[in-house]
């Protein structure tokens, strides 16, 4: 499992991994110019992607998206996204939320050792927001805040 940033030529892949749930093409565009995308490749093929919003949550990166397409869940995809975007981070702590329902999503961000935060509710009707942080390790943190690079 390979995980880069996001290169405009990715673009029409991204959107492939579930077209009604990832946005338009020009959505997707516009992340991975701001730099702020990274896609984790399996045998050439687009597995997933994380987006990392830096200072976006309370002057703190927010992991605003992890989407692994259906075919290659449950095989290190997710994790090694979420890793990466920590790698990348410009904040000592980073946040992310799922709903109640994304149990997938709580059981990753539980075993890679995340903790709760707080619950918003009333943004889906009858789905809680879960809001979970991390403080990344020193050692994984670039010593200069930048932008995700080709590197992570």
Do not use: K
């Amino acid at each position: 499992m390979q995980v880069r940033a996001a290169r405009a030529d990715d673009v029409s892949a991204i959107v492939a991994m579930d077209p009604g749930r990832l946005g338009a093409a020009g959505q997707i565009h516009a992340l991975i110019q701001e730099q702020d995308c990274l896609v984790a490749v399996q045998r050439g093929e687009i597995a997933g992607l994380v987006v990392l919003r830096p200072g976006h949550f309370y002057g703190r990166d927010f992991i605003d998206l992890l989407y692994v397409a259906p075919c290659w869940r449950r095989h290190g995809a997710g994790r090694a996204l979420m890793r990466a975007a920590l790698r990348s981070a410009s904040t000592p702590r980073v946040f992310v939320s799922t709903n109640e329902s994304n149990t997938p999503m709580r059981q990753l961000l539980h075993s890679e050792g995340w903790t709760s935060s707080g619950v918003l509710t009333g943004l889906d009707e009858g789905d809680p927001e879960y809001v979970f942080f991390i403080d990344a390790p020193p050692s994984w943190r670039h010593p200069v805040p930048t932008r995700l690079s080709a590197g992570s």
